[in-house]
T-cell receptor
Framework: AQKVTQAQTEISVVEKEDVTLDCVYE???????LFWYKQPPSGELVFLIR??????QNEISGRYSWNFQKSTSSFNFTITASQVVDSAVYFC?????????FGKGTRLHILP | DVKVTQSSRYLVKRTGEKVFLECVQD?????MFWYRQDPGLGLRLIYF???????EKGDIPEGYSVSREKKERFSLILESASTNQTSMYLC?????????????????FGPGTRLTVL
């Protein structure tokens, strides 16, 4: 069965520090997709990225970067030079049988 | 931009009441989903639909039903609300013509409905 583990339930860092959110997944599928979502205090989940299992290139988007490593079944998310607006709950997710399986989320606090 | 709207941000109901949560999307998406979100449990899928009048049970369908009479609208029904259904309810939609597409396309979420059952 597919599973997503976000071991860090809550992280606090001081503004401008870099922070990495860990995501480890389990699947028997050879083709699958991984996602990251952000849920700010307003409550609405916002899609950040989708990556398919055949594309192991790291991706960078501004201060955000993602490190996909099939060998360790991980899809980690790094925020560089964090800002207070990055405070949110972040969810990692994995494609499953006709649905997306979400991790339990990591609550990130960026302290001014 | 994709817009997913939910009928209420906050809702307070009494035990035993029938509750309707409405979700509407404006991007002609085939797939729609209902989740509930509880502290420490993350998002749990209640039901989803990949076509009009089609519905599939998610991980926690007990105590809920759904209706999808039109492509843009997906309703979640609590037949007889109970206190353990107090939660945040999130609706989402995603594109894709095939049932499997519900798993590999990104989902767009509504703002959520915080339901309290007294």
């Amino acid at each position: 069965a597919q599973k997503v583990t976000q071991a860090q339930t809550e992280i606090s860092v001081v503004e401008k520090e870099d922070v990495t959110l860990d995501c480890v997944y389990e699947t028997r599928d050879t083709t699958y997709y991984l996602f990251w979502y952000k849920q700010p205090p307003s409550g609405e989940l916002v899609f950040l990225i989708r990556r398919n299992s055949f594309d192991e290139q790291n991706e960078i988007s501004g201060r955000y970067s993602w490190n996909f490593q099939k060998s360790t079944s991980s899809f980690n998310f790094t925020i560089t030079a964090s800002q207070v607006v990055d405070s949110a709950v972040y969810f990692c997710a994995l494609s499953g049988d006709d649905k997306i399986i979400f991790g339990k989320g990591t609550r990130l606090h960026i302290l001014p | 931009d994709v817009k997913v709207t939910q009928s209420s941000r906050y809702l307070v109901k009494r035990t035993g009441e029938k509750v309707f949560l409405e979700c509407v999307q404006d991007m002609d998406h085939e797939n729609m989903f209902w989740y509930r979100q509880d502290p420490g449990l993350g998002l749990r899928l209640i039901y989803f639909s990949y076509d009009v009048k089609m519905k599939e049970k998610g991980d926690i369908p007990e105590g809920y039903s759904v209706s999808r009479e039109k492509k843009e609208r997906f309703s979640l029904i609590l037949e007889s609300a109970s206190t353990n259904q107090t939660s945040m309810y999130l609706c989402a939609s995603s594109p894709g013509f095939l049932a499997g597409a519900a798993s590999y396309n990104e989902q767009f979420f509504g703002p959520g409905t915080r339901l309290t059952v007294l």
